[in-house]
């Protein structure tokens, strides 16, 4: 059984960093289809590499976008190696009949370690060490503990429930928000997310790890991070677009809150974020800055790998794809 139209050859285009190790799981997992010409793989370092003929496309692996989409006239799916399709929505550059493939909660492991990392930072002082070492600086500095201290997760999907998780092995106290009410696992008390409110007045950890949607952009502004304890520190390994910049720099400077990490930022050129060295954010106090790392891990490849190897199977057998995107894939009506 075949895809409606499918090709003798089936041309995938994969566009990312890593694009040749991703070339090498499907050699590995098709190797006589690779070998015969069945599979022909098209990996790029980057847009630049991407050839100018893309008409025969059949399917692409990709982070960025793909601004070529609509000269592939035979492309049947896309897979973004990454958790959220919001980059994608927004571009509005794939037909929505086409399926677009994502890992919903494929980065919650890495971010969740990066988290509580952050967490510890906060509180253990490690970049001070870290700095007075650097300049042979002998000083003993009191630190604190999450030992019951309360962790207000904004957003409780697959990233937040892994975060969760760990943050228990600490034995905080864990809240969160979530669009209905159920028992999720390791977290002690759940609020509606139009409730989120509540969650950042009593919480001395703040964590955004919920989706940009017309909602929550923006809605870290004065007003919510005044909510917050001045005890309270606030991370982000979201998005950007959640925050009110001004807002965050104003709160970090005046003290509203003690803290803040930031792993995602403002522009999105290059992707995935950027923040640029003339950036007032880089001199706010007590601020962690990361260039959007916190998924990164030598872990990424394998794990989005396999769902894009498993699409690709299901591809060439005519079986349904798994991890569509809701809203794609579907036929327009006539």
């Given amino acids: 059984m075949a895809y409606e139209g499918q090709q003798e050859t089936t041309n995938i285009l994969i566009i990312q960093e890593e694009a040749h190790r991703y070339a090498k799981l499907i050699e590995e997992a098709f190797p006589e289809e690779v070998k015969t010409g069945k599979l022909k793989l098209i990996p790029c370092v980057d847009e630049n590499e991407v050839p100018d003929d893309v008409s ?3 399917i692409i692996g990709t982070w960025p976008l793909v601004k070529q989409v609509p000269q592939m006239k035979n492309l049947k799916w896309v897979m ?3 958790s959220g399709i919001d980059h994608w929505e927004k571009a509005n550059l794939l037909p929505r009949e086409i399926p677009l493939v994502h890992l919903p909660g494929g980065s919650g492991i890495p971010v969740a370690e990066f988290v509580i990392g952050l967490m510890l930072n906060h509180v253990k002082y490690y970049t001070k060490i870290w700095d ?4 042979h600086k002998y000083e003993r500095i009191q630190g604190k503990e999450l030992w019951e201290k309360t962790l207000g997760i904004i957003g409780l999907g697959g990233i937040g429930r892994q975060i969760a ?3 228990k092995a600490f034995d905080m106290y864990v809240i969160g928000t979530d669009v209905q009410i159920v028992d999720v ?3 002690d008390k759940m609020y509606l997310s139009k409730d989120f409110e509540e969650v950042l007045k009593i919480s001395d950890f703040v964590v955004l790890s919920c989706p940009e949607t017309p909602e929550t952009i923006n809605m870290m502004n004065e007003e ?3 909510m917050m304890k001045p005890t309270a520190y606030f991370i982000n390994c979201a998005r950007g677009s959640l925050v009110v910049k001004d807002a965050l720099i104003k709160a970090l400077n005046e003290g509203w809150i003690a803290g803040a990490s930031i792993d995602t930022h403002w522009i999105k050129n290059p992707l995935p974020s950027y923040l640029p060295p003339d950036d007032p954010l880089w001199d706010a106090k007590n601020v962690f800055i990361s260039p959007h790392i916190s998924s990164w891990t030598d872990m990424y490849t394998p ?3 396999a769902v894009f190897v498993e699409n690709i199977r299901r591809y060439l057998q005519g079986q349904p794809l798994i991890n569509v995107a809701p809203g794609f894939g579907v036929k327009a009506e006539k």
Wanted: hydrophobic share 25%.
């Fill in 56 to 58: 025969n496309i059949n």
């Fill in 80 to 82: 973004t190696f990454s």
């Fill in 132 to 135: 007075n070492q650097k300049e």
């Fill in 165 to 167: 998780k760990r943050a």
């Fill in 185 to 187: 696992p390791y977290v």
């Fill in 224 to 226: 919510r991070f005044k």
């Fill in 303 to 305: 794990r989005f790998g």
